[in-house]
């Protein structure tokens, strides 16, 4: 069993092994998708294959659809290079189910791998044909946050980037100089319209790729490099739109029991490629079985009818109240304070933490006592079912090999977001008291702990990467487990507490800062504070 295109059609192993194959005629869709390409994608990453990609077979299959999708990877050449072009940009992706059952399935919607390469002739000028043509609708991304990025973390402009400004769209090296390119293009080609589609994992995805493609058209046209229509092309939403979405499927790295299940099925060349750039990427990508993605419905040239597979299309205001509902309150809070906690008590899979008491009652305090009250029914999901899932099924599929020390990279990064958005609700409530929030607080307590980089038995670790780690670590670098002076605790530690950068509010001013520190002394009194911290306050 060779995951190519010619083993799919004839080896009847496949199907014997239980994959779910292709149902349309794939040799049509590619030639027809080649010909009048209608959905570019951006980002060769898991993510893509498990769900976008998927997204589009279950189109083509259910006969909603007779075109795939072109995808384009601009990062590293060699994921299309060593891994999509060899299988005939085939895939095979392993759904791993809470009940512990395995769907597996071959995708094969994707028509054409494409790199985003200007200085490789060939590639670019594919894409530039793809770009000029009437047929094309939308293009997506999942090329993370930094992706759009156009200056580094003291804001200055890349090297990349300013070197693109100033030479124009002929030969842009920047990643989003290049896509600014492809989008000049098609203003050349006669200002034709697309809507292009930020699916990344971030707040306002759309403003980020809107901004990236307004600097460029900006410093083009003011430069002379670009016609000066370029920019109210950009401007025009009628023409080009950015439309805000949220995207929610956890992807980890493929996982090698799945490699495993797969092998013992006789598919061969399962190993993974790890290329140049360090990036990991298999033949098979694993992923969880829940999913969501909510667009702004702002299509200028159209768009296929996803809404038949369980995307929803919304207004910008019902995105928004989505993905402050997961990201404020429904998800991420929970993922964080399972991070923390998980990493002082030794824990090295979220799954395993859905099985200690302790931190379930903590979550759930979180989620459905603490966070709810503060929640915008966006409408199209029910926050509190939005939960149930979560809790009763996401994190604690024992399949899902995601760790705490993964979720805890950048925690300084997330806490405003993830905890203090919903302070800031209790404080501008009439009708919530932010003194009635006692599992939040108890979760920055941790924090504080965990930045000891001493676990619950007394024993080192190496807290996860953050871009505030040291900083934020100066704060506690003087406390030692066993301490009892709450004078020095709280003199040492209040001017972190205070940082409205880090944690979206100043803990003081709101009046929780005195029980954080409360329980930050408990957290300390030595090995098991950790454990007998929790099981007091989480009943």
Not at 93 to 103: I, M, P, Q
Not at 129 to 134: G, V
Not at 269 to 284: C, R
């Amino acid at each position: 069993m060779k995951l190519c295109d010619s083993s799919i059609k004839t080896d009847a192993s496949w199907k014997n092994k239980g994959y779910e194959l292709p149902k349309f005629d794939r040799d049509a869709m590619i030639k027809k998708t080649v010909a009048e390409p209608e959905w570019v994608h951006f980002g060769a990453g898991n993510i893509f294959r498990a769900f976008q990609a998927n997204l589009a077979q279950r189109m083509l299959d259910e006969g909603m659809n007779d075109k795939g999708l072109t995808v384009v990877e601009g990062f590293d050449y060699e994921i299309v290079e060593k891994m999509y072009r060899p299988h005939d940009n085939l895939s095979i992706l392993v759904t791993l189910k809470a009940d512990g059952s395995v769907d597996k399935k071959v995708i094969g919607s994707i028509a054409e791998s494409c790199i985003l390469d200007s200085n490789d002739d060939k590639e670019f000028s594919r894409l530039k044909e793809i770009f000029r043509a009437d047929s094309l609708k939308m293009c997506t991304f999942t090329i993370t946050e930094k992706g759009y990025s156009l200056v580094n973390p003291a804001g200055e402009t890349l090297p990349a980037v300013k070197e693109d400004f100033e030479n124009g769209p002929q030969k842009p090296q920047s990643y989003i100089g290049k896509v600014a390119a492809l989008l000049y293009e098609r203003y050349t080609a006669g200002k034709k319209k697309i809507a292009m589609v930020s699916t990344d994992n971030c707040s306002h995805n759309g403003d980020k790729l809107y901004a990236a493609m307004d600097a460029f058209a900006k410093n083009w046209t003011k430069n002379g490099k670009a016609d000066a229509g370029f920019l109210d092309y950009v401007h025009d939403e009628t023409l080009v739109s950015f439309p805000w979405s949220m995207i929610d499927k956890i992807t980890p790295r493929p996982d090698d029991s799945v490699n495993e299940i797969l092998k013992n099925d006789g598919v061969e060349e399962l190993e993974a490629v790890v290329t140049s750039k360090k990036t990991w990427v298999a033949p098979f990508v694993n992923a969880e079985e829940s999913e969501y993605l909510v667009i702004e419905d702002k299509f200028p040239n159209g768009r296929p009818a996803l809404e038949k597979v369980g995307v929803i299309f919304t207004d910008k205001e019902t995105v928004d109240k989505v993905e402050r509902m997961k990201v404020c309150t429904c998800l991420n809070p929970l993922h964080t304070a399972l991070a923390v906690y998980g990493c002082l008590l030794g824990y090295t899979k979220i799954s395993d933490e859905m099985k200690d008491d302790d931190l379930v009652k903590l979550v759930k305090e979180i989620g459905y006592v603490e966070g709810l009250p503060v929640v915008t029914d966006p409408g199209v999901i029910k926050p509190k079912e939005f939960i149930d899932t979560v809790v009763n099924v996401r994190i604690p599929n024992k399949f899902m090999p995601d760790t705490p020390q993964r979720i805890a990279c950048d925690t300084s990064q997330k806490l405003g977001i993830r905890f203090g958005e919903t302070i800031k609700a209790y404080l501008a409530s009439d009708k919530l008291n932010v003194a009635d929030l006692k599992l939040i607080p108890l979760v920055h307590a941790g924090w504080l702990r965990y930045l000891m980089g001493v676990d619950d038995k007394g024993q080192s670790f190496e807290p996860s990467p953050d871009p505030l780690l040291e900083e934020a670590q100066s704060f506690v670098k003087d406390i030692k487990l066993g301490e009892t002076d709450e004078n020095k605790v709280k003199t040492a530690v209040l001017p972190l507490l205070k940082n409205v950068s880090i944690f979206g509010t100043d803990l003081e001013k709101a009046g929780l800062s005195d029980t954080i520190v409360h329980y930050y002394l408990e957290l300390l009194k030595g090995e098991g504070a950790v454990r007998a911290t929790l099981q007091k306050y989480c009943k």
